[in-house]
């Protein structure tokens, strides 16, 4: 078992930046891809970034390409999302997930372990 616990969400407005934070407990933390996805009222969840177990690959939706930056350090077992120039439309539950294999990204259905969220409200 892994267990996530994301943290670092609030509330900002339009333009600022946030770091979310996601510390990992249980099983080897490096053994384990690292993902963010997110979640909007009503809406789907979807897939935001992902980075491999050595944080040598990273993976974004294209959408959040140059915003958003994943990076993870092992020694800490914690992996962080890095957002900058938030807009209303990045408001959201963020999610936090763990997968062994870096395939099949884009699926939340893939990933083995999840964190509880943390919400991420911003304001106009």
């Known amino acids: 078992q892994v267990q996530l616990v994301e943290s670092g969400g609030g509330l900002v407005q339009a333009g600022d930046s946030l770091r979310l934070s996601c510390a990992a407990s249980?099983?080897?933390?490096?053994?384990?891809?690292m993902g963010w996805f997110r979640q909007a009222q009503g809406k789907e969840r979807e897939f935001v970034s992902l980075?491999?177990?050595?944080?040598?690959?990273?993976s974004y939706i294209d959408s959040m390409k140059g915003r958003f930056t994943i990076s993870r350090d092992n020694a800490k077992n914690t992996v962080y999302l890095q957002m900058n120039n938030l807009s209303p439309e990045d408001t959201a539950v963020y999610y936090c997930?763990?997968?062994?294999?870096?395939?099949?990204?884009?699926?939340?259905?893939?990933?083995?372990?999840w964190g509880q969220g943390t919400q991420v409200i911003v304001s106009s």
């Open positions: 249980g099983r080897i933390f490096s053994n384990y891809n």
């Open positions: 997930a763990a997968k062994k294999y870096y395939s099949d990204i884009y699926s939340a259905a893939q990933y083995e372990y």
């Open positions: 980075i491999s177990k050595s944080g040598g690959a990273r």
